[in-house]
């Protein structure tokens, strides 16, 4: 089976926060971060002899200052990860069959055996094929004609890799 898939800035941002909020390892290590700020704030302004309300107040504010900070300099550097590496975004065909998954763009190709699929994973808007932790080939769902042929790409997968995924 054949899937045409145009990629753009946003898939590619979309699929960053995916990892980083979904996926437990890296979901947990985020939430850490961003309370990680808002608390440190409290506690040092308490140490330097706030009152408990200012201290609150303060932490929030500074807090989630540095925490809408935090996200834009992610989103930045993943924006500067896609200029750097051209064959990321743009026209992408993507074939799976007995052999393995095989994804191509005017200037790269990349195959996995299935074997080497570690999870399938799904939002509202794209389908994530994992090949390890961090990296998956990104798919769409516009990508499909409807919705019956979105569902058989999903169980072909799952067929090939002999995985039932979630």
């Not at 979309?14 to 990680?36: A, C, D, E, G, H």
């Not at 303060?58 to 550097?77: E, H, P, S, T």
């Not at 999870?119 to 990104?138: G, H, M, P, S």
Request: proline fraction near 2%.
């Amino acid at each position: 089976m054949k899937v045409v898939a145009d990629l753009t800035k946003e898939d590619f941002w979309k699929f960053n926060k995916y990892v980083m909020f979904n996926l437990p390892k890296y979901k947990i290590s985020m939430i850490i971060s961003l309370l990680s700020i808002p608390i440190s704030c409290i506690v040092i302004s308490k140490l330097l002899g706030s009152s408990w309300v200012y201290a609150i107040v303060a932490g929030v504010i500074i807090g989630g200052l540095a925490d809408v900070l935090f996200l834009y300099r992610i989103k930045g550097r993943t924006m500067k990860l896609v200029k750097a590496h051209d064959g990321i975004l743009g026209e992408h065909l993507i074939e799976i069959n007995g052999a393995g998954l095989f994804d191509s763009t005017a200037r790269s190709q990349s195959k996995c055996f299935w074997d080497g699929i570690h999870e399938l994973r799904q939002d509202k808007e794209n389908i994530y094929i994992f090949v390890n932790n961090l990296q998956a080939t990104i798919v769409p769902r516009r990508s499909f004609a409807d919705q019956a042929e979105e569902a058989e790409f999903i169980q072909n997968v799952q067929q090939y890799a002999n995985k039932q995924f979630i």
